[in-house]
């Protein structure tokens, strides 16, 4: 039962990193747009994400709810040590959830509508920013369960620029997804024009702040390169990420909007796969050697086989309701 | 301010702040959807007015409730990293299951909201109704989890270790059904009240009646009703705290000595030194009654527990108090809200009627954040009752109190924000809707 719940875990992060991504993305994309054109970007997106814009959010509760319950030594280790970064996260949820509501629903429109958007853009960065700390952190070899000091503890744990540096590409990520995503529900063809630059800045931003990534691990002396090609199945994805990228360069401009997002997802999915594969099962990799894994630091198997099945019943709930409201929104965009 | 101290008033700020959101965001998709209803029986425009505005107060409401929601699920780990390492095999089955039915809730809202001439009508009505319906199945299994705090089931214990564990019973603990059944009538009656008071203050003020008018009946129903029954789930929850944490029900009774034909406090202030109270009225031998249907039954008082493992009577004792007198204002405000109902039905005339719903309208959640400091100061010392206490499953992290601030700031600056809404969205009523006023 224990895989049940982790592939459940697994494909709620990559869930999370797509559409609540995608989501995170369009914030980025409005903070990056020229004054001009921001409130253009900003109704078509609360046009489009709008219905899904809470669904989109519900996979961060999953991944927490399966921590808790399945891996609560995974849990506890990471909310004491990555304390701070989780701390300025979760702001960044209050900010962004409550401004993006806020704006839509201020029956006056007026000075409030600017703190609104404001608050909205930045906190679309600081939040995926904080979850690529986060998800860095975990696995980067800096947590010291020993520390004594407060800044050994909970400073050195997560602020390094391997962190930082796979925060930015997070970001990229996102503001990628996004701007792949928009352009499939643009209006005209101006607007489309210019979601395809913003997807190509948005793409070489990512590569360079991937580039970066590559640095920052070995100025931190993580073994990044080692882990993902030192093994067939690494190798694989990042190539399958890279043909995917390829053709998404290609197709951008031919209006393959269905194809092109598809592809995206898939390079996304072929990153998270090339990412989680080579420690697996090990989630939390502390210095000197330490680790939590998921296998070995699994909650009694009593919660796990319940949880297991509070998952797969739920999961027949939910994938079909979520994919009919995906579907129904796809075909007749919201007039509201 | 110490850690201990502040990551307790965190957790008790987070929970103050999001237990608003969650019972107006569970209770208000059942308002929205019985005006949909009427909208969709008679086509009178006036219901679809009322349904498209107060659709509007849920989705504000929803979008601070599921930050705030997501915000204490991390709380949880952050601020008690010991009990959640130890607990959330144990009692994590009901978030498990919540995870799902707040993932309906959002679904449904998202086709709910913006479904309005895209779908059958019926089944966009019907997607309202799931809205209320998942959001109430939520509250029920957080509260179960919350339940399983103060009776402790479905493992076993010893030398720090937790075994035999069957997250089924711990589910389905002894006082999951009496705290559910209490927060769910609080839940409607805070919500009702409040809605209906609003609406209420809009008619003694002559703004568009028939609007308000409707809006506020429908509210008031759900409220009144809810009024009356709580006190029977009230009267329950006490005998079932009597039975499984005599130290929380001596607590709230302000009861120091154990005894029989022990007498029912009306207010008082307990002192905790001189186990003594002040200023109290008592009515003879009644909490022996209510307790146990006979006034020779025994009651414990807090000096049947080591002081170490009592919890803190005088907050416990007032925080009760103002909940049962405002819940009798409540029940007697209904009572005569039925009254009038039943003798004339122009009873929208009668202003002194609707100013006394207008004075209620911040009562209900008052009740609420009281009740929940009953149940959860009451609970103290522990956080897992008789098993865990709480200052042993604080976080390490030092500067938690730099954390709570930070919080505080947060949440008064979002209340600050949806009140600006949601009075802004009742002033816009005559501009958004095409009311003849």
Not at chain 1, 125 to 133: E, R, S
């Amino acid at each position: 039962m224990v895989y049940v719940v982790i592939a459940y875990l697994w494909t709620a992060i990559l869930l999370y990193l797509l559409l609540g991504g995608a989501d995170f993305g369009a914030g980025i994309i409005e903070l990056f747009t020229s004054d001009n054109n921001k409130n253009r970007t900003s109704i078509t997106m609360s046009r489009t994400i709008g219905p899904i814009w809470e669904a989109n959010h519900m996979w961060l509760i999953i991944v927490i709810v399966i921590l808790f319950t399945g891996f609560p030594d995974i849990y506890a280790s990471v909310s004491t040590f990555l304390h701070i970064p989780l701390l300025i996260m979760l702001m960044g949820i209050i900010a962004r959830g409550t401004a993006f509501a806020f704006r839509h629903y201020d029956a006056v429109e007026d000075y409030m509508q600017v703190i609104y958007n404001k608050v909205f853009r930045y906190s679309s960065f600081v939040t995926p920013f904080f979850l690529g700390i986060i998800a860095a952190s975990a696995v980067s070899g800096t947590i010291n369960p020993d520390a004594k000091g407060f800044a050994d503890a909970y400073i050195i744990s997560w602020l390094h620029f391997f962190s930082v540096s796979v925060g930015l590409f997070t970001v990229c990520i996102c503001g990628y997804l996004a701007a792949i995503f928009l352009i499939g529900e643009t209006q005209s063809p101006e607007e489309e024009r210019r979601y395809i630059v913003k997807a190509r800045s948005m793409n070489v931003a990512a590569i360079a702040s991937g580039a970066l990534v590559f640095l920052a691990a070995a100025y931190d002396r993580v073994p990044l390169a080692k882990w993902l090609f030192g093994n067939p199945v690494g190798i694989t994805a990042i190539a399958a990420a890279l043909i995917s990228l390829l053709l998404q360069w290609i197709l951008i401009r031919k209006g393959k909007r269905i194809i092109i997002r598809l592809l995206a997802g898939f390079q996304v999915t072929m990153l998270l796969v090339a990412t989680t594969f080579f420690h697996y099962p090990k989630i939390i990799l502390f210095s000197g050697e330490r680790y939590l894994s998921l296998m070995e630091h699994h909650g009694d198997d009593k919660a796990i086989e319940s949880l297991a099945l509070a998952l797969l019943i739920g999961s027949v709930f939910i994938l079909p309701a979520l994919f009919y409201l995906i579907y129904s929104f796809q075909k007749k965009p919201s007039a509201e | 301010m110490n850690d201990f101290i502040a990551a307790r008033s965190q957790m008790a700020l987070s929970l103050a702040f999001h237990i608003i959101f969650s019972c107006i965001g569970m209770v208000m998709p059942f308002f929205m959807a019985v005006s949909h209803y009427y909208y969709l029986k008679t086509g009178k425009r006036v219901f679809r007015n009322i349904t498209k505005a107060w659709s509007k107060g849920v989705a504000i409401f929803f979008a601070t409730g599921a930050v705030s929601g997501t915000v204490l699920s991390f709380e949880l780990g952050l601020l008690w990293p010991v009990f959640m390492k130890n607990a959330g095999p144990i009692f994590g089955l009901p978030f498990s299951l919540e995870g799902t039915a707040f993932f309906i809730e959002a679904i449904a809202l998202g086709f709910y909201l913006y479904g309005w001439g895209k779908f059958n009508p019926w089944f966009h009505w019907w997607t309202g109704v799931v809205v209320g319906v998942s959001g109430l199945i939520s509250g029920i299994l957080v509260v179960a989890a919350n339940a399983w705090m103060n009776s402790p089931a479905g493992f076993e214990y010893a030398d720090g270790r937790y075994f035999n564990i069957d997250p089924v019973k711990a589910m389905f603990n002894d006082a999951w059904f009496s705290q559910a059944l209490h927060m769910c009538l609080a839940a409607f009656a805070a919500t009702g009240f409040a809605v209906a008071g609003v609406h209420a203050l809009m008619i003694v003020r002559r703004r568009n009646i028939e609007f308000h008018t409707k809006a506020f009946r429908i509210a008031a129903i759900f409220a009144c009703t809810a009024a009356i029954l709580q006190p029977l789930s009230g009267d329950h929850s006490a005998k079932d705290v009597a039975h499984r944490q005599p130290a929380k029900l001596a607590a709230m009774e302000g009861l120091f000595e154990t005894g029989r034909h022990v007498p029912l406090l009306i207010g008082g202030i307990p002192d905790a030194k001189t186990e003594t109270v002040k200023y109290g009225f008592e009515i003879p031998g009644m909490l022996s009654f209510m307790i146990g249907a006979n006034t020779n039954t025994e009651v414990k008082g807090l000096d049947q527990f080591p002081v170490p493992d009592r919890p803190p009577v005088l907050i416990t004792h007032l925080a009760f108090q103002i909940m049962v007198g405002l819940g009798m204002v409540m029940l007697g405000v209904s009572i005569l809200y039925f009254f009038v109902l039943w003798k004339k039905r122009n009873f929208e005339k009668n202003l002194w009627l609707l100013k006394l719903f207008a004075f209620t309208t911040p009562l209900g959640f008052m009740a609420v954040e009281a009740g929940w400091v009953v149940t959860e100061v009451g609970r103290q010392p522990w956080i897992l009752h008789g098993i865990l206490r709480t200052k042993d499953a604080v976080t390490p992290m030092p500067g938690i109190q730099y954390s709570f601030y930070l919080f505080t700031a947060v949440y008064i600056s979002l209340a600050i924000v949806v009140t600006l809404l949601l009075y802004r969205q009742i002033k816009m009523v005559p501009v958004l809707y095409d009311i003849d006023r």
